[in-house]
Every structure is written in structure tokens, then in C-alpha cells.
């Protein structure tokens, strides 16, 4: 089969679109066609490599898969050739230990993917590949930090950082959907822009300007209740010490992720002058899946999809991403 392969870690000189054999289902598996899979984040990690991970060599990435059932591994019941599916990326194996495809195990920028038939997904038919393939790991991680963990309710003012890509667009939908106002911040005025005819109320650019002082113009001192009930902050690095400076008191900080460093400076002053939870929010369950699917079935959420491309221009989709030359997902359809 055609697949976007990398045999060893690297920059995006590493990654080839290639031949490699088509993988068999076996027990309790079943291989699906893949019609659409989504780029993340979490892709460029996989293929620099990540400390703790180990990374089976050569890896397909592409953890969002969608498409239909091609061949059913013994021992496979309840689903036929033909269904129409969206793969949750994790499994638990029988061990214990969490495997994720495009990061432990093949993934989906390819013609096929095996995975367990736990893993799958039954879409609705008014729910398309491309759109399915948006939602596990940006939009179900997002739909866990902004609802389960994070509480985001109707009234709430939330300041979204890093809004513009796919973990970011969610957060702004889904905060506007329960009626929080929403503040988000990306990286030029086209995003911004964007953002705005997305529904954001008010949008900041934090390439020209200093955030931590566009909130105290908007909302005034810390001291005299300045700052958002929410600010969502999955960037870190310099960006992390600007955040502690924005929420409210009381208010909660969360994160997610850790795009430009995972170990900023942290002044704690401000955690406990202004009395605020941090609270992490790490990956999915089904039921976020499960609920995601259903809100894009009745009309209620659309995922933002930047641009479609066929599979053998995956390594110029991954340089857009890299790139941020993008808005919402990008989309590979093999
Ligand atoms: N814990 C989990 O389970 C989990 C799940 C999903 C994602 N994540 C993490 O969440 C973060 C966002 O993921 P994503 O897939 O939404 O990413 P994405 O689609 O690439 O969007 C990230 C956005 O962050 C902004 N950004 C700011 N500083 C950046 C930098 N130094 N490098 C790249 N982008 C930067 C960019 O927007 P502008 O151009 O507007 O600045 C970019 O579009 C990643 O760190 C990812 O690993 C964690």
C-alpha cells in the first residue's frame, strides 16, 4: 500500500510517501480503508521523537483515522466489510499498556490501517470521513478540558490561546456553544479574522501584542477583578508565565499540551494570590468521542477544516502544519 513513512527521527527531511506491505488483520482486528485522517500536533512529536516513547521503526504517523471496513480479522463480530467507522487511536492492550496508532503502532496517512475492533466507531451517514476524522485527538481532548475537567459554563469569559489550530479551534466551539463569551488569541490577523467569523467576541494577535497587558486593558487589575474566569493555555514555553498573569481570582488555568516547552518559569505568587486552579486535562474517553460524533450528526458542531489533500502530498500537509500555514485541521484523504 501507498503510506507517508519516516524510518528514523528527524525533521520533515525524514518523512517519504512510499510502498511498504499492506498489513493483515489478525485476531479481534480488522483493516480499514482509509478515507480521511487528520494531521495533529502530535504527529511532528512522534517523528522528532518523544523521551519515555518508543517508537517501532518504520512508523506511519497519523492518528485520526476514518473510513470503511475492508477485511475483518478472525474472531471479529458485530461489525461487516463496508461500515463506515471512526478509529478511536488508543487501545489498552491485555497487558496493561496504552498503544496509540501513528505513535506506537501504524497509523492512518495510508491506504489501510489495522486496528482492533474495539477501536472502532459506527458513523452516523450524515457524518463524513473528513469531518470524523477531526474529532479524537484535538477535538476529544479538547471537549475533556474545556467540559470534564474544566467546566466552561454559559456567562464564563475564556481566553483561548493558541486558538487557531485544531485543539484551539474546538475550544472556541465549543465554549460558544455553551454560551461562554470567548477571547482568543493567535498568532496573525487573518487568524484572527478567522476566529472572529468562527465566533469568537473578541480576538488578539500575540504576534504584536503582549497579552498579559491586553488583559489588563480589557479587564482591569487582578486586584480589582481583573482577568477571564478561563484561560487555556496548551503552548507553554514564554508563553506560560504571560497566562499565570490572566486569570482571574478564582479562575482556572488549563492545560493540555506543551508546543513551544514543557518547563517554563512558574511564578507562584500569582497562583495563590489569585487563588486559581491549574488543572490538566490529558486525551479522551469514548464517552467524548461518543459525544462528539453525536454533536456532529444533528448540526451542532462543525469541525473546521483548513484543506483536503491527497495522500501523496502528506509531507507538504505536515509542512504546512509545522509551518502554521493552516487554520482549524488539515485533512489527508488517501
Ligand atoms: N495531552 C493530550 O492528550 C493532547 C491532545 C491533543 C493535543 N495536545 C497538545 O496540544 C497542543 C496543540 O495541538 P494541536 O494539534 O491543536 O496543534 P496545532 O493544530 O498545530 O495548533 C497549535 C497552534 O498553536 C500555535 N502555536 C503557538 N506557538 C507555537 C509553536 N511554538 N509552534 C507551533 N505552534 C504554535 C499555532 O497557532 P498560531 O499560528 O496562531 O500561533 C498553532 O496553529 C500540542 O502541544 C499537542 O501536543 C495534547
Given at each position: 500500500m501507498k503510506a507517508i513513512l519516516f524510518d528514523e527521527h528527524g525533521d520533515l527531511g525524514v518523512l517519504r510517501h512510499g510502498e511498504i506491505d499492506t498489513p493483515e488483520p489478525g485476531l479481534g482486528e480488522v483493516r480499514v480503508a482509509v478515507e480521511a485522517c487528520s494531521l495533529n500536533y502530535h504527529d511532528v512529536f512522534t517523528r522528532r521523537g518523544m523521551p519515555g516513547i518508543k517508537t517501532p521503526l518504520p512508523m506511519i504517523p497519523g492518528c485520526d483515522a476514518a473510513g470503511t471496513i475492508d477485511s475483518l480479522g478472525p474472531g471479529v463480530t458485530g461489525w461487516e466489510q463496508g461500515a463506515r467507522v471512526l478509529v478511536d487511536p488508543v487501545v489498552w492492550t491485555a497487558e496493561g499498556k496504552i498503544q496509540m496508532i501513528g505513535d506506537t503502532q501504524w497509523g492512518g496517512y495510508a491506504e489501510y490501517v489495522v486496528v482492533s475492533a474495539d477501536q472502532l466507531i459506527a458513523l452516523p451517514d450524515n457524518v463524513s470521513t473528513a469531518a470524523a476524522s477531526c474529532l479524537p485527538v484535538a477535538y476529544g481532548t479538547a471537549h475533556r478540558m474545556m467540559?470534564?475537567?474544566?467546566g466552561v459554563k454559559e456567562g464564563e469569559t475564556v481566553f483561548v490561546l493558541g486558538a487557531s489550530g485544531g485543539v484551539g479551534t474546538c475550544c472556541v466551539l465549543l465554549a460558544k456553544m455553551v454560551g461562554a463569551k470567548v477571547v482568543a488569541a493567535a498568532g496573525s490577523a487573518e487568524k484572527c479574522a478567522a476566529l472572529e467569523a468562527l465566533g469568537a467576541d473578541l480576538t488578539v494577535d500575540y504576534s504584536q501584542t503582549d497579552i498579559a497587558r491586553f488583559t489588563k486593558e480589557q479587564t482591569g487589575s487582578l486586584f480589582s477583578g481583573?482577568?477571564?474566569d478561563v484561560v487555556v493555555n496548551f503552548t507553554g514555553g514564554d508563553t506560560w508565565p504571560q497566562t499565570l498573569k490572566m486569570v482571574k481570582m478564582g479562575g482556572r488555568l488549563l492545560t493540555c499540551g506543551a508546543t513551544a516547552g514543557f518547563d517554563p518559569a512558574t511564578d507562584i505568587r500569582f497562583i495563590w494570590t489569585a487563588e486559581m486552579d491549574i488543572r490538566g486535562s490529558n486525551g479522551w474517553k469514548r464517552e467524548d468521542l461518543d459525544a462528539l460524533v453525536a454533536m456532529v450528526a444533528d448540526g451542532r458542531l462543525t469541525p473546521v477544516i483548513d484543506r483536503e489533500m491527497p495522500l501523496h502530498e502528506g509531507v507538504e500537509a505536515m509542512r504546512l502544519l509545522e509551518d502554521r500555514e493552516f487554520f482549524g485541521k488539515i485533512v489527508i484523504t488517501p
Open positions: 467540559f470534564t475537567r474544566g481583573g482577568g477571564w
